[in-house]
């Protein structure tokens, strides 16, 4: 490349600093790397200010190659017009419903995916391990975060850690009783891979029923994934012989009969508010919310609004509307699970920050940065 100097690399949003050791080998006359280790306000999100808009284009506008973990840090086109140097982004994961990649291409810029799959040249380490078989116990790292949340929520983990801690006074002990799953109904708001991989634990360690339902689904795509899942078609969990083991349901139905719901569904124009006010209504006054999906699925002033009233046994959230959580966001302020208000439980968006996923992606996205390098067509190119 005839450039004067190397071009310049910034890493968004490495929290962990785990990105250096993927890089450390291209040399500094060939690429000039800068590590963020924090995150600036999103460009578009409603409460970003015009101060929080010029930060961020001043942090990213000297940089040729931008590498952003998932969609911690969107790229509407309003943005990508103000960045002039920017001719990559190297992106992870595989849903980009936060950067207009039609404006990346009419800019020139190139964006380019990490999927998961690890690095193709066999100089990788296969941290990934997404790859084994869902029927042999294998399985995404949401899903176990999904169990995570709905496990300690049911157990009241938290709440009964922070009593014996002293927030509930020197004596504090048990907060209340535990919800035991056994038998209970799991809905699935859609039944994609990681939907049914939550329904498959359900139904194999805890005996559940599940009831799903998305805008397309079918009986004839929920037995397929059943089968898919190592599951029969009928008469899994607390399914009688002749019932499905994924059953297909209206959305009323599902949110009136479940036990525990969980989100597995894709954030599109479509779907965002696709949880409103009706469905929360209907739930069961014993039933959990889940949602390690993403929070704009949910009405969110609806959903505060229920677990003020108490209205549901609880909430686990790992996802929200502005992430980071903003310090006066009314999730980190009230006082959940006092005064007749719903149990509420939160983590900052874990459900894909495992070693070997991260890892992973910071693998292929290194690949393609040689790749670039080196003139050569990139792997996994969007646009």
């Known amino acids: 490349m005839a450039l004067t100097s190397p071009p310049r690399l910034a890493i968004l949003d490495d929290y962990h600093n785990i990105s250096s050791t993927h890089f450390a080998h291209i040399p500094p006359s060939q690429l000039s790397i800068t590590t963020f280790t924090d995150t600036l306000p999103a460009y578009n999100h409603l409460s970003t200010t015009a101060a929080d808009q010029e930060n961020i284009i001043s942090r990213l506008k000297p940089f040729?190659?931008?590498?952003?973990?998932?969609?911690?840090?969107?790229?509407?086109?309003?943005?990508?017009?103000?960045?002039?140097?920017?001719?990559?982004?190297?992106?992870?994961?595989?849903?980009?419903?936060?950067?207009?990649?039609?404006?990346?291409s009419e800019?020139?810029?190139?964006?380019?995916?990490?999927?998961?799959?690890?690095?193709?040249?066999?100089?990788?380490?296969?941290?990934?391990?997404?790859?084994?078989d869902t029927k042999k116990g294998g399985g995404h790292s949401t899903t176990q975060h999904a169990w995570a949340l709905i496990l300690a929520l049911a157990r009241n983990v938290a709440e009964d850690d922070a009593v014996i801690k002293g927030k509930g006074g020197p004596r504090g002990w048990q907060t209340k009783l535990a919800m035991g799953l056994q038998g209970l109904t799991l809905g699935i708001i859609g039944l994609g891979r990681l939907g049914a991989g939550v329904a498959r634990v359900g139904v194999l360690a805890w005996g559940m029923r599940v009831v799903c339902w998305s805008e397309n689904l079918t009986q004839e795509k929920a037995d397929k994934m059943a089968m898919?899942?190592?599951?029969?078609?009928?008469?899994?969990?607390?399914?009688?012989?002749?019932?499905?083991?994924?059953?297909?349901?209206?959305?009323?139905?599902?949110?009136?009969?479940?036990?525990?719901?969980?989100?597995?569904?894709?954030?599109?124009?479509?779907?965002?508010?696709?949880?409103?006010?009706?469905?929360?209504?209907?739930?069961?006054?014993?039933?959990?919310?889940?949602?390690?999906?993403?929070?704009?699925?949910?009405?969110?002033?609806?959903?505060?609004?229920?677990?003020?009233?108490?209205?549901?046994?609880?909430?686990?959230l790992d996802v929200f509307e502005i992430e980071p959580l903003p310090l006066n966001s009314l999730w980190r302020s009230e006082e959940w699970g006092k005064a007749g208000k719903s149990s509420v439980l939160l983590t900052p968006h874990m459900g894909y920050v495992e070693e070997g996923v991260l890892n992973t992606w910071y693998e292929e996205t290194a690949e393609n940065l040689e790749r670039w390098l080196e003139g050569k067509d990139l792997l996994h190119r969007l646009n």
């Open 64 to 104: 040729t190659i931008i590498s952003t973990m998932r969609e911690r840090t969107p790229f509407p086109a309003a943005l990508l017009r103000q960045l002039p140097n920017l001719k990559l982004i190297l992106a992870t994961g595989t849903q980009f419903g936060t950067f207009d990649i039609t404006a990346a």
């Open 107 to 132: 800019l020139g810029i190139i964006v380019a995916a990490a999927p998961g799959k690890g690095r193709t040249d066999g100089k990788g380490k296969a941290h990934n391990r997404l790859k084994l």
């Open 228 to 316: 898919e899942m190592g599951l029969p078609v009928t008469g899994g969990g607390a399914s009688s012989e002749q019932e499905k083991t994924f059953r297909v349901v209206s959305k009323e139905e599902l949110f009136k009969t479940s036990d525990v719901v969980s989100l597995h569904y894709v954030l599109s124009d479509r779907s965002r508010g696709i949880v409103g006010a009706k469905d929360l209504e209907v739930m069961k006054k014993s039933a959990l919310l889940i949602n390690t999906s993403r929070g704009p699925l949910v009405d969110e002033a609806a959903l505060l609004e229920t677990l003020r009233k108490g209205s549901i046994r609880g909430a686990a």
